[in-house]
């Protein structure tokens, strides 16, 4: 059933039993404590936030989860299963939020600008045909990544640190 709003407190709203979801409108959650899961652990769910839709909220992406973000606004993102997918997919510029991701990818071209402090990748990073990947501000900015490292493109890294930590081989 459709919620009476998307701003009440404490509401959590499951985007499960269908393999392609995603919006036709701009969405915001905003209540205390409100946000929104992707997949529910076990089917496959990849919700796609469109390039002429805006999603605000908080988003926590579970296993076989994928979350595939078109529109150059950034949700909150939360808990990244270590099985789950966030795909940063818009044409132009986006911002990567320093978070633990499963898997990152930016399966299209733009620059992708790393933000500050430390964003960890747990399984593999999948980098997209001719774009950038750099980092703005100042700060701490950092890549650390556990798995392969896929690179399809341009790959400029300036003065940051890329750390390769996976505890076998990595390419």
């Keep these: 059933t459709a919620p009476s709003n998307f701003t009440t407190n404490g509401q959590v709203f499951n985007i499960r039993n ?8 701009n969405w915001t959650v905003s209540g205390t404590g409100a946000k929104v ?12 936030v469109p390039s ?5 909220g908080p988003v926590d992406v579970s296993a076989n989860g994928t979350l595939t973000l078109q529109n150059s606004t950034i949700p909150t993102i939360g808990v990244c299963d270590a099985a789950s997918t966030v795909d940063y997919a818009s044409s ?7 978070t633990t991701y499963g898997k ?11 933000q500050n402090n430390v964003t960890i990748v747990a399984g593999d990073l999948t980098m997209g045909a ?3 990947l750099s980092a703005s501000g100042s700060g701490t900015r950092a890549l650390s990544l556990a798995g392969n490292w896929t690179n399809n493109g341009t790959f400029t890294n300036g003065s940051d640190l890329v750390t ?8």
């Design 18 to 25: 269908n393999a392609t979801p995603t919006i036709a409108a």
């Design 37 to 48: 899961i992707v997949g529910d652990g076990v089917n496959a769910c990849n919700f796609t």
């Design 52 to 56: 002429g839709f805006a999603f605000t």
């Design 92 to 98: 132009g510029s986006q911002n990567i939020t320093a």
């Design 104 to 114: 990152l990818k930016t399966s299209t071209g733009g620059t992708k600008t790393l």
């Design 130 to 132: 001719s774009y950038t």
């Design 164 to 171: 390769l930590d996976g505890s076998g081989n990595q390419s």
